[in-house]
């Protein structure tokens, strides 16, 4: 249970919903408990995924501490940037650090020109999975 749900609180309507980080983990809070760690959080540049120049160009993952998600699906508690050159303003959101993590990696390798490679080698590993599993099917009786 959160702390929100333990102070009796209304539901926070859908997109407006407030959250913490603890360690990686996020954790939804009430307004309080949210306002003092964002503060302390921002000084101390724990909100931080990754932050990276390349080209000309800032590659900025941060969490975001609230949900950016306005429809349905996941909430959206983190956030890739980019700033100046060709990719100005390119932005994806994600639910988790890990995805985040993953994400800024994708972003910072699409701004150093490398997409192709790190496309072909995706798609390398889905054919070797397709093929390992395939070669499994074979083998069942």
Same mark, same amino acid.
């Given at each position: 249970?959160t702390?929100?749900?333990?102070?009796?609180?209304?539901?926070?309507?859908?997109?407006?919903?407030?959250?913490?980080?603890?360690?990686?983990?996020?954790?939804?809070?009430?307004?309080?408990?949210?306002?003092?760690? #964002?503060?302390? @959080?921002?000084?101390?540049? $724990?909100?931080? &995924?990754?932050? %990276?120049? /390349?080209?000309?160009?800032?590659?900025?993952?941060?969490?975001?501490?609230?949900?950016?998600?306005?429809?349905?699906?996941?909430?959206?508690?983190?956030?890739?940037?980019?700033?100046?050159g060709?990719?100005?303003?390119?932005?994806?959101?994600?639910?988790?650090?890990?995805?985040?993590?993953?994400g800024?990696? #994708?972003?910072? @390798?699409?701004?150093?020109? $490398?997409?192709? &490679?790190?496309? %072909?080698? /995706?798609?390398a590993?889905?054919?070797?999975?397709?093929?390992?599993?395939s070669?499994?099917?074979?083998?069942?009786?």
């Amino acid at each position: 249970m959160t702390d929100k749900e333990l102070s009796g609180e209304p539901p926070t309507p859908r997109g407006l919903e407030k959250a913490i980080l603890i360690g990686h983990r996020v954790v939804e809070c009430n307004l309080m408990t949210w306002a003092r760690w #964002f503060e302390a @959080a921002s000084h101390l540049n $724990e909100r931080h &995924v990754g932050n %990276d120049d /390349v080209g000309g160009m800032r590659v900025s993952t941060v969490f975001l501490g609230m949900n950016h998600q306005w429809g349905n699906g996941p909430k959206l508690w983190f956030e890739t940037m980019v700033f100046g050159g060709p990719l100005h303003e390119m932005t994806q959101r994600y639910t988790t650090w890990e995805q985040a993590e993953a994400g800024h990696k #994708f972003i910072l @390798a699409i701004a150093k020109g $490398e997409a192709a &490679v790190v496309r %072909d080698k /995706v798609k390398a590993e889905l054919q070797r999975i397709a093929a390992a599993a395939s070669t499994e099917g074979d083998a069942a009786p």
